[in-house]
């Protein structure tokens, strides 16, 4: 499939392949990135959002609270400027925010069992699904606002300390 010049495999997985290929759809996206995802730790994916960002592309994200509350590596993207909104999951008092999934400028969705996280993609069997039917893009889109609308902006006190962010996780600007 093709998106904004660049072709993508309909499936992707890893070990090896998958952070690349968001890269990628990162990179050649022009309007907007709307992220649900679990986890984050990925040195690559930080630093493509990051371009994107700096070249106004629109970059939303929603994080799983838990998940926040320790990895430092999911708070620098607050401390960024970033649009972060954190949820537990479906009630707000139990379950998870276990999205792992992306919408490049509503027109290519990224969708599987990838955390965007150094371990999934060096260490996990793991798989990435590339989507661009139209009925598929607007369903991930209607649950992206519908979990993004029912998120809150993560608070001061909402990240209590690192678990495992590395040196070259902050980067000078």
Do not use: C
Not at 50 to 55: E, V
Not at 102 to 113: K, P, T, W, Y
Not at 140 to 158: K, M, S, V
């Amino acid at each position: 499939m093709s998106f904004n010049g660049e072709a993508f495999h309909a499936q992707v997985f890893s070990p090896g392949r998958i952070t690349a290929e968001l890269v990628r759809a990162i990179d050649a996206s022009r309007e907007r990135v709307d992220v649900a995802n679990f986890s984050f730790t990925s040195e690559a994916l930080r630093d493509a959002l990051l371009r994107a960002k700096t070249r106004g592309v629109s970059v939303r994200i929603v994080f799983d609270e838990g998940q926040y509350k320790f990895l430092s590596e999911m708070h620098w993207f607050r401390e960024n400027g970033f649009d972060v909104r954190l949820t537990k999951g479906k009630d707000g008092s139990k379950g998870v925010m276990h999205n792992k999934y992306a919408v490049f400028d509503g027109r290519l969705v990224v969708n599987g069992s990838f955390n965007w996280t150094r371990n999934a993609e060096k260490n996990n069997y793991e798989n990435a699904l590339f989507l661009d039917a139209p009925d598929d893009i607007a369903a991930y889109l209607t649950f992206f606002e519908r979990i993004r609308d029912e998120a809150r902006e993560p608070a001061d006190g909402d990240h209590v300390g690192p678990r495992s962010m590395p040196d070259d996780f902050n980067p000078a600007h």
